[in-house]
């Protein structure tokens, strides 16, 4: 499947066009998975790298196979994962890394995320991440809400094409989670390669008010009804926005 | 095999009324698997039962060194697999002699499961294929020559032949080569993933160094899956198009046992075609998502440091960061406007409930009853009790009690006492009793 594009309005007047430039502005990331965006992009690299230039953002090519568009000017609003994104997104990096998902083709289950949460984290501190004002002492209940809290995570990220949602609770892992693991990735030291991500726009650093969460809970006393809405959040404090963006 | 649900449940009740189970132990599957190999390499068809002892006893060195009363736990061992019939008697003489004893249907099948002999290879589906497509030519032949029968007039013979030529050679000799297919596929079904957790353990055992052993597995099981893909759909083809001539003949002689026959093996083989493709389309997917792997992963992180790296990352070993991401808000296409009718709420009617205060002339209550004492006592009333009765009359029950008060008042004031000194009370209309007097009216001047 090769299509050849002398000209961007050719890439603009293709059918497929539409529709992955809308997901792409919503923050998906399009692997070689959704194979038609993916051809697409790739034929029309150079000229819709210039095209999205214009509108203050880069279409990121990385060497992994996916692309994404970052924003950097103020035309197209910025957002940030939030903390508990983050944490769910690294777990799914480190099982994208694990020979044993590889023998299922990059297919795990949400009782899998869960267990390398707690691995890496522990109970207390997983469950102090994911409900930070958590009053009831009924542990039931938390490791419950902690749960249905990962399992909105690995939704959002999945509208996002970290990762796809399949049928009985499962899902494959798609190359873009390996953005998670960008800041330990290279040789150099990881607050170096930080910096480098910052300054590039990749990433931001997170104060410890949004490292815990609290963030989350600015609208409710305790923590515990936020809706997937307040997950994400705005860095320039406009409109939540939870549309999902699929192929 | 496609079972009806009633066929199902009267299956079911079969076994549960022989009381049909398996319960075997590892060092049982060790002795069948020992006697199938003896009986395959030797060309045995039945063991003795000294042969048997010296299986077991083999088998025990091996898998349980340290058992003890090993002629006893042999003795166990056949009771407990002739019950469950994997071991049979195959000599009839009972208690004559020392019996022979051979492996069942069942033991066999289990022991071919285990050693996973029947594997599809590129081999083992070209010569199935070849003897399926024999048998099936032979089957055509028999079909015409029973259409033949049935055209020339001779229905018996061609009954004979529908059944011996046709059906018969399609139920078994056809069925068996297909279910011989089918089984090998699953065989290599379970070959694959035996090879998806090799692949794994390779990169667990050696990280960068598995890389070409993993690309080695996954080139020659593609190259096989290939080759058996490419087979399968000739193969299947051929083998459809002779089969849809038989269906053809058994159509026009109106044999209807032979066509469901033929039907029933049409399906087995697009099953069987339909396998290949979903295998290779499977295996296309994990062998893309491996070479990725492979690839992106293992070779770029040659040190496999990267996972240790990222876990620490993830239990807070370095500065907390969040990923940037476009984030358009979603387009909002505003409707059309479209005028509603206002549809006001069902309510009743507002109404003044208060009514409006009306005038009524309610009169001196005193001269009322005045001037029914002074009725009374014209009309010849002469006791107290006897004018309380008559202005009773003509009031409401409720005001009887007050009015007989003013009755008292207004009779002492319009005729005089004339009573001894002990009064009588009376009972006077409403319920009420009063002490009586005797009246007389009295004159304008007294």
Redesign the interface.
Known sequence: MTKTFDQLQDVIEDAEFPVLDLALRRGFHVDRDSAAWYVLLSEGQDLLECFYRRYGCELIHKTDGYFYLLPTGEQLPRRQLSAQDMLVGQALALLYLDPMSLERGGIITREQVIEQLVAALGTAALMAAFLPKRRRKDEQVAQRQTRAKVGEAVRRLAALGFAELLANEQLRLRPALLRFAEPVRGLAEPAAALAQLVAQGEVALMDDELATGTQLDADGPTGEDETEDEAVFEADGGERDTDEAQP | MVVAPSELNRLLSGLVERHATLALEALDLGFLTALFVRAREAKLASFGEAALLDVFEDVCAVMEPAAEQRRRRAGNTFARLREQRLLVRVDGHGVVRSGEFALSRLACAIVEFLLEEDVLTRESLTLLSASLQQSVNDVLRGAQRAAAASEQGAPEAAATLWTEQVIGPLRVTVGELVTGIERRQRGLDLQQEEF??E??RL??ADWFGAIARCQSLLESTSATLRELNELLLRDTNALLSLLHDIEELTADSKASEAEAAVLRVIEQVDSISAWGGARQCAWS??F???H??LR??VR??PSRA??Q????????G??????????????RVLREVVQVADTPNVSRPRANREREPVPEDAGDPHEVVEARVQEALALGARSLADVTDRVNAQVEPEERFVTAGRVAQASATLASAATERDRQWVRVEGQLEIEDWELRARTREG
């Not at chain 2, 790296?309 to 807070?316: D, F, K, P, S």
């Open positions: 998806q957790s692949i794994r990169l667990e997917e994990y893309q998502y491996v990725r792997y992106d992963v770029l992180d990267l996972s790296r990222l876990r620490e990352q993830l239990a807070g370095g500065a907390r960061f969040s990923l940037s991401l476009a984030g358009a808000p979603a387009l």
